[in-house]
């Protein structure tokens, strides 16, 4: 992302911000995994979204005084010797202005001793309440201060507000520039599904499909993953977020993988589901093929104009028509369109926004009725799972397939970000022999 890209972001806040207001974006806190062991360090996607700054201790402040006096803050950790031994180099504060474009920087240890001064002739303060607590301590103190050294005789009128509402509807709209950071962490997650598959063999285990997908969004310069891996073999791919990857496979089973990953902060999404020795089985393909014809509805529909919720009811309609005929369920078309007959076997949203966050934010509107326009991504995820104890006939029982997309809405249509790994049964099975003669 640009210095540029940025500034824009910060400067589309501030445009939704009252004369004498300050918006208060704080970054996420290190998380212990054991005692003094930690996570890796993930930024909070709201402060990454206006800095692209990725250190814990940190807060930007978008201070207005007006329309035409607006200025950013930045505290942040300094660049001491004793953590550079330990940790490495920090920001600091003197680079933080030329990299950061922030007007000011001033270290977080003097945050309780100077964040108050940036706030005391401010009426409104944009806080997100509840994030964090140490957050929370922060923003009262100051007001603490603020009160204390008013005259007697005044108290001053402080509200706060909440800035995710407007914040998370800029984040809907992905920019040139974010779009191209999803194509790439498309295009990875896409070549991790091709990578797993190629090693595919009945006897191996779930995570070691996990660790090749691994592997693969390293070497393409993707760290981490954007979710917890699913690669849930027979059964498993049943439960929607099976992740315990611990099954050894074996012919005759599906395997469905979920797996996307981070890059430069946006998130991958997709899944496949292929058989283990490389051939569908009667059932296993006459469910798969369903799965496949709702994605592929699913991408013809998908434009601006429309709604997930419209796209949805066409992609159940379908879904139901073809489980009549495979006698799955039985009744009238009407009669089960309209009590949802398909939702014991297809139990999870179609769709959903995809960005900085693998969930994204923003609002889909009442029962996902939002109208869809250039610039929103999302997932496209039929799936089908038909459990053990279905009362459905038997050859059916444990087949569980997902086929998943990413998308960006284009003007005339969408742009498939992960259609590269094949997705036809045929196609796969081609694929799979190919892999066993190379």
Not at 165 to 170: K, M, T
């Amino acid at each position: 992302m640009t210095h540029k890209e940025f500034l824009r972001r910060r400067q589309a806040l501030l445009s939704y911000m009252a004369p004498a207001s300050a918006a208060l974006i704080f970054s996420a806190p290190i998380v212990i995994r054991s005692h003094t062991s930690t996570y890796p360090y993930r930024q909070n996607s709201d402060f990454w979204y206006f800095t692209g700054f990725n250190e814990s201790e940190a807060v930007l402040l978008l201070i207005k005084i007006s329309c035409d006096d607006c200025y950013s803050v930045l505290f942040n950790r300094r660049d001491s010797l004793q953590d550079q031994i330990w940790f490495g180099k920090h920001l600091g504060q003197e680079a933080a202005l030329k990299k950061l474009l922030v007007d000011d920087a001033l270290p977080w240890d003097l945050i309780h001793h100077e964040m108050y001064r940036f706030l005391k002739n401010i009426t409104i303060i944009y806080h997100a309440q509840g994030q964090y607590d140490f957050a929370d301590y922060i923003v009262s103190h100051a007001l603490e201060q603020i009160r204390s050294r008013s005259p007697k005789n005044i108290t001053p009128s402080i509200t706060l507000l909440d800035w995710r509402p407007w914040v998370h509807e800029l984040r809907l709209l992905k920019s040139q520039e974010e779009q191209m950071a999803l194509r790439e962490a498309g295009r990875i997650s896409a070549l991790a599904h091709q990578s797993a598959i190629k090693i595919l063999r009945p006897g191996m285990y779930e995570y070691q499909l996990e660790g090749e997908i691994q592997r693969t969004f390293s070497h393409y310069g993707a760290r981490f993953p954007a979710y917890n891996t699913i690669v849930a073999s027979g059964k498993n791919a049943c439960v929607l977020h099976y992740t315990h990857n611990d099954q050894k496979m074996h012919a005759g089973q599906l395997v469905l993988i979920d797996a996307g990953c981070e890059f430069k902060g946006y998130a991958g999404d997709m899944t496949r589901t292929v058989p283990v020795d490389g051939k569908f089985s009667g059932p296993q393909r006459e469910i798969y093929n369903i799965v496949v014809e709702a994605v592929h509805l699913g991408l013809k529909l998908y434009k601006p104009g429309t709604t997930i919720d419209l796209v949805t009811k066409a992609v159940i309609r379908m879904m139901i028509k073809r489980l009549l005929q495979l006698k799955i369920i039985k009744g009238d078309l009407d009669a089960l369109i309209a009590h949802n007959a398909v939702h014991p076997f297809f139990m999870h949203r179609l769709s959903h926004w995809i960005g900085l966050d693998v969930h994204d934010v923003g609002s889909y509107g009442h029962n996902y009725n939002r109208i869809l326009k250039p610039g929103m991504a999302l997932t496209i995820e039929p799936g089908l799972y038909i459990s053990p104890s279905s009362t459905v006939p038997q050859e059916y029982h444990g087949i569980g397939v997902r086929i998943e997309d990413q998308i960006i809405i284009t003007h005339n249509g969408n742009e498939n970000l992960t259609s590269s790994v094949v997705k036809e049964s045929d196609g796969i099975e081609t694929m799979m022999m190919l892999r066993k003669i190379q």
